[in-house]
Structure formats: C-alpha cells, structure tokens
C-alpha cells in the first residue's frame, strides 16, 4: 500500500494551503500537490473571463479569446513558483500573515503566449512605464471598505522579457481552475505574486501603479514600526529546502542520503554546501540540474554516521551571481524573501 | 466552491499524519479527517484476522470470528483519541520524535464488545495481573535487530472497566483499514498508544508485561540525560485546543469568536478561561457539552477587540478532578502528554 501525502492546510477562508514539498521528487508537481496561495475567494468564471482584454496607453482596446490564444507562437517553460512569504514561520521575532513552513513552493511546466508577442499586436506608446494585470478574483482588504481585484504591475522591460508568458497549460493540460483557469501570467524569476492568477485584463499605463498589492503588500519593511528603507519584493532569493530527513527524526548510526532542492531568481544554482558542525566546515553536494533553466535544482549528499549524538544538518545554496544563503534571515515585518541555511536536527542513536 | 482542508503529513513511512482540528467543528471526525499514527507499515490482512485470539493464563484459547463478535452484547461511545505526543511541536528545549502539532487528535462514535464480557467468557486464573493485546502490525525498532509485533498491556482493572470495548465499528460503519479494521480496542480516557489496532490476540498474564511500546516509549522521563523518576503514559491529561482564530493572523477591529474543544482523562471539562493580558484575568468561555461523557467539550467567547495592537490569547481547560492546564508544560525527553495552557497571537488592525 503506497501512502500519500495532502496538502497542508493553512486557512480555508481564502484558501491557503501549502505543497508537501518534503514528499515530492518529480520535476513537475502534480496539480493536486501544487500550493494554493490566495488573497480573495475563488472567481466566479463565466464566458467573458474566456477573454483576454488589453487596454490603457493603445490606440484601441484589444481582446484574444482563449482558442485565438491557442493559435498564438507559444513557448513552454520548467519553472517553480514560490510564495513570498514561504518559509515565513520560521522568523523570530515571529511576524503575523500566513505561517507558511517550506512548502509554499511548487514547480511545473508552463505553457502559453509570449507576452511580448501580444504586446506587439497591440502597440504602445513610447512613453509606457508599467503593464498592469488584473485577475477575475476580488474582494475587501482588511480594514478596507471597497472591493478590489487582485492587481499587479510589472516594468515595461519584465514585461516584454521573452520567457514572461501568458500561460493556458500546466503540465500539458489546461489550467486547473484553482490555478488560474483559463489565463495565468507567468513570471520567471519573481515570487509568485507577480504571476496573476484567472488572468482578465492587462492595462499598458505611462505611470508607476500604485495599487495595495504592490506598494502597502509585498513590501520588504525592514523595521518593526516604521517604514523606512523599504522596498518591493520582485526577484527570488537563493534559496534551499531540506527534503530529508525531516526534522527532529531519530535515525541509526550508517548511511543516510541527505536530499533537497535548491533554486534562485539570479542565473542558476551553482553550488550547495551541507554542514554537518554549525557551519565551521561545509562539504559539496552532488546536483543534479534539469535542462530548463529555470527549473529547480535537486542536490544530495550521502552522509555516513558513526557517531551518536546530535546533530544540526545546515545547507546553503549559492548562485552564479554570488549570492549565497545568509546564515541569519534577513527579518522583514511582513515576513517575505526568508532565506537563511536550512536547517534539520537529527538524534543518531 | 467549498474549500476542504487535508490531512497534515509528518511521514509516510511509517504513515503519521495530522487531523486538520482547526477546521473540524463535527462531534464525529470523518474517517478521512482521523489522524494517522503508526509504528510499523500497514499490515497485510488475510481471513486469519477475522479471528480474534484469547489465550494465556486460561484453561484453553478462544477465538472468536468477527461474525460471532457483531452477535454479542454491544456498546457505543463518542470519545476522542489522542496521541501522547500530540503537541509535541510545542516543547522547548524540542525534543525528538514526531513532530505533532495540534491535530494528533480525533473523535469519533466507536461501538464494539465490551472486552470484561469476552474475559468472562473464556475465564481468567485468580493470579491474573494484566492483559496484553497484539496488533498485526509488527517491524523493527530503531537499533533493534528483531521484529516485533505492537503490543501493549492493560492492569486486569482497566481491562474489566464496561467502557473498555473492542471496537469493529465506526461512526456506525466497519472500522477503516487503516484504522485497525476488523477491531480495534477502545481505551476511554489512556492516550492512543493503548488503543491497539488490528487487533488480533489477547494474551492474559500473571506478570507485568515488558514489551518496549510499555518500558522504553510511551514513558514519561523528566531528566534529559538519565531514566530517574520516569513513569509510564497513561490518562489523558486536561488539554484544549484554540481553533480560531488561527496563530498569527491579522484582524479587524470588532467583535471575534475565540473557539475550540477541550478534553481530559479524568472525569469531565468544567471550565474553560479565557485570557487576553497573558494571564493576570481569565474569564469563562460558554461550554458546548455533548450527552457522551467521554466527549469533548466545545467552548466558544465573544471577543470585543476595540483596540489595535498585538495580542496573546490563553486558553486553559480545567476539569472536575481540580486539574488545570499549567502556564508552562511538563517538559520530559520523549515529549508525551503536552497540555501547557493553549496560546495563540493575533494582531487588531
């Protein structure tokens, strides 16, 4: 009898629930096991959201139907998503918001249209700053009286990236639903918040948006109680979860395989280190890098244990931009971007 | 679209896996919802099992079929199950093990035989001390060459208790595989560990049964480096649980319901207290009281929060045998019977 992991289950009013990232090997995360990560209640779709609307600086307003969509150059891409606040339950001082552990991270293949291509089709002025997306989903902030769709903004330049995708297939299929159904904006390289989810309408504005989900959420506010020297979350961190073992597990003297998956919004993953003395000596774990270049990369280490005892396991991933994991978090007061070593003690009895 | 919360995986080999407690408000947990708790793989039933073994310190064994076992007299109870490291996650200095949150907890309406009335039918020797019960469930121990099946031990007085019972049913339909089908003993007020599953013999004795489930785990050792003052798991301590609001969450300013379940292995729930000013005042939360005297309590208080800031909830469940849940828990080196009083922090925006 195979037994399989769930979700783990966060809040359900929105729905957040994370990946069991522990108990995944494949490259590409099955629907099922990929993180729901939401600020509204699911959209009510009907025909019109099978639309895509682009509008703003243009000279007229443009809409693609999912099927003209379908007969668009597409381009698929190896790429996980990853919350911003993933990991955000191991901060001390402890930060309010979701207490995402390590599973708000989930990989996939992503289909659909270059978003530069439909840009193109349409035409902007010269003077565009910023593309906007709106999401069907939509709802009140906290202490907020109107309701608002889910919206963010990218700069011109990330917009027109080639690998910035409109995505209607995930792992070969259509969207599910939960995920984004029929329209998701793919965003290589940022946290999540950046890849829309039931995709509706893309403004072209000559402006900087100023919208909550991008200058009051989403922000790294670096001291408790004010503001100052803050700045929006865009690129992932160099970053790495532990797979096995899990924490707090007591295991016999021998052989154990030390396993995990590491990834960067900077180039690609180019080594990982695993201590085995709090950080005074580091050895190299093996990789092993997919095709896709923006694909996770899995690692491990054979490590044999002779003496009992225990033991902190710490791993730090680094990247070929020389960015490596800091052994103390960056503490942020919403609690995004977390990536200090990872760390798992084990007993060896 | 309703949202539905999963099952918290700690391991899959062997399958522990959290009840998602702070989104269940049923009596009766969905099998389904009921945690997963084991030592060893699932076994591989055959039609032995069907039959049920008494042998020992009588004149000759019995075996009854689970057809005869459905004709006999017959008994239901609403009660929880609770695993000895439920909570364990909590511990500071942490301990080793699973690393259970709040959800190694279940309930639901078990109906079976009274095991005194299988006892009297096969007639027990006068010098009868305890009797043991055998699960089909059996592996190898950490560093422990042998295989052993889980077996465990009851005093003759707890066994000949009337709401001591076999189970073979739940919530009114045959117990589920993974839950000890085709019986399972019912233990009403021990933690979990005596509830053995798959039940498949009962061996009466004249001594004190030394099988490691009874003297190595499930004792509790207060001292990290030595077994001085260590004494064995048994009765529920008084414990509750905070279902919502959820740790760490932001709310409105206005009026918030504080709700949980509360439980304990002696007697029953008689007060539940409420604190928001880390423990100076408490005030009664209202009790929900089920017919079932084993049952848990459901409580709920109305929570006026008028004014922005950062707050501490605590909650502490006492109960008719003048036991309370302690400001700070019992801390012992395998991390069982974890019932500090229960705390959650919320921020008023």
């Given at each position: 009898?195979?037994?399989k ?8 009013q ?8 522990h108990f ?24 019109k959201?099978?639309?895509l ?10 809409f ?7 007969s ?6 190896i ?8 990991k ?9 918001g ?5 599973g708000?991270i ?8 270059p ?11 010269k003077n565009?700053?910023e ?5 069907a ?5 906290p ?17 027109l990236?080639p690998?910035?995708i409109?995505?209607y297939q ?8 939960k995920?984004?159904?029929p329209?998701?904006?793919?965003v290589?390289?940022?946290?999540g918040?950046?890849?829309v989810?039931w ?5 072209i504005?000559?402006?900087s ?95 044999h244990a ?5 033991y ?28 200090a ?9």
């Open positions: 009898m195979e037994n992991p769930f979700l783990t289950t966060r809040s359900l929105p729905e957040n629930q994370e990946s069991p990232i995944l090997s494949s490259w590409l995360t099955p629907d099922k096991y990929f993180y729901r990560r939401n600020h509204f209640s699911y959209p009510v779709l009907t025909s959201h099978l639309w609307q682009i509008n703003g600086n243009i000279s007229q307003p443009r693609f139907h999912l099927y003209e969509m379908l668009l150059p597409v381009k698929s891409l790429l996980p998503l990853e919350c911003a606040g993933n955000r339950a191991h901060f001390h001082p402890k930060v309010y979701e207490q995402w552990e390590d708000a989930s990989q996939g293949k992503w289909t659909g249209v978003l530069f291509y439909l840009l193109e089709q349409t035409g902007f002025s565009t700053k593309i906007v997306f709106e999401g989903d939509f709802g009140r902030k202490n907020k009286d109107n309701m608002i769709p889910y919206r963010r903004s990218l700069p011109l330049e990330k917009a990236h690998d910035t409109i995505a995930y792992n070969n299929k259509s969207l599910d639903y995920h984004g159904y329209f998701r904006l793919i290589p390289n940022w946290y918040m950046a890849s989810k995709l509706n309408k893309i403004e504005i000559d402006h948006f100023e919208g909550p989900f991008q200058t009051e959420d989403y922000v790294y506010y670096p001291h408790k109680n004010d503001d100052q020297e803050s700045y929006p979350v865009t690129t992932l961190h160099v970053n790495s979860i532990i797979q096995q073992p899990l924490p707090f597990t007591v295991l016999n003297t021998g052989i154990h395989e030390i396993k995990g998956i590491a990834w960067t919004g900077k180039g690609v993953v180019t080594e990982i280190e695993v201590s085995l003395n709090n950080g005074d000596t580091w050895k190299q774990a093996v990789l092993e890098r997919s095709n896709d270049p923006y694909a996770w990369t899995k690692w491990f280490l054979l490590w002779e003496k009992k005892g225990e902190s396991i710490y791993v730090r991933a680094k990247d070929s931009h020389g960015r490596v994991q800091p052994l103390q978090p960056f503490w942020n007061r919403m609690g995004y971007g977390y990536n070593v990872s760390k798992v003690n084990v007993k060896i009895e």
